[in-house]
């Protein structure tokens, strides 16, 4: 299997090298990945942190792997910490966003013009599929094997597309408690939950009142 995830990986990383050169070619055999580089360029990055969390996580079988990282793990604890968990982002993302305007910087609108540009079916995927795995690859992975800080910090460069350099501080915040959430329970499955209920929250708040 760690071979099939390793090929997965792979295939990934170059169909994501293959939307970005026809984004940029103005070939007319692109023009299909073109309409449909947004879709494209986002499966292939979640389907390359997806492969490479199982190649690296990966033991004798499917129950033993997860089993590792606590999944599923006891459904009340894990919705009990999650919810915790979602209480300590919402408390570090109000300290900051004070902090941003007490220095009279605030970039968010770049954020929210992004989120309202992007098709209904990946903002569900945003909520239901983003959150498996990137919990999976950055705390189940990252933060298990090198520490809280450096999974944190790679959470928070992988939102620099937004533009944002609030954004990126915020994510990285909230990678902290995530990570710090994993480390406490041995689980990704009240990472998976928080991550979920926030970015439902916020797509939502964002739709409606940006």
């Known amino acids: 299997m760690k ?10 990383i170059f169909s994501f090298l293959a939307v970005l050169a026809c984004q940029n070619s103005g070939i007319g055999l692109c023009q299909p990945v073109v ?3 947004t879709y494209a ?3 292939a990055i979640h389907m390359c942190l997806l492969s490479l969390s199982m190649f690296f996580l990966w033991k004798k079988d499917w129950r033993t792997t997860f089993e590792s990282i606590g999944v ?3 459904l009340r604890n894990g919705i009990f910490y999650g919810f915790m968990t979602l209480s300590a982002i919402f408390l570090v993302l109000f300290a900051l966003g004070i902090f941003a305007i007490l220095l009279g910087f605030n970039d968010q609108q770049k954020v929210d013009d992004k989120i ?3 098709p209904a079916l990946l903002l569900v995927f945003a909520v239901v599929g983003a959150p498996v795995t990137e919990e999976l690859f950055f705390r189940g992975f990252l933060a298990q ?8 910090a790679f959470f928070g460069l992988m939102h620099f597309a937004y533009g944002s350099t609030v954004e990126v501080l915020g994510a ?6 995530l990570a710090a959430s994993f480390k406490l329970t041995k689980s990704v499955t009240p990472c998976i939950i928080a991550h979920m209920v926030y970015n439902a929250i916020s797509i ?3 739709r409606l009142f940006s």
């Open 145 to 152: 094997r090198y520490g809280i800080l450096l999974s944190a």
């Open 172 to 177: 990285f915040v909230i990678g902290i408690v």
């Open 72 to 74: 599923p793990g006891r």
């Open 204 to 206: 939502t708040f964002m």
């Open 41 to 43: 360029g986002s499966g």
């Open 3 to 12: 071979t099939f995830f390793l090929a997965l990986s792979i295939f990934s």
């Open 116 to 118: 309202n540009s992007l």
């Open 35 to 37: 309409d449909f580089g």
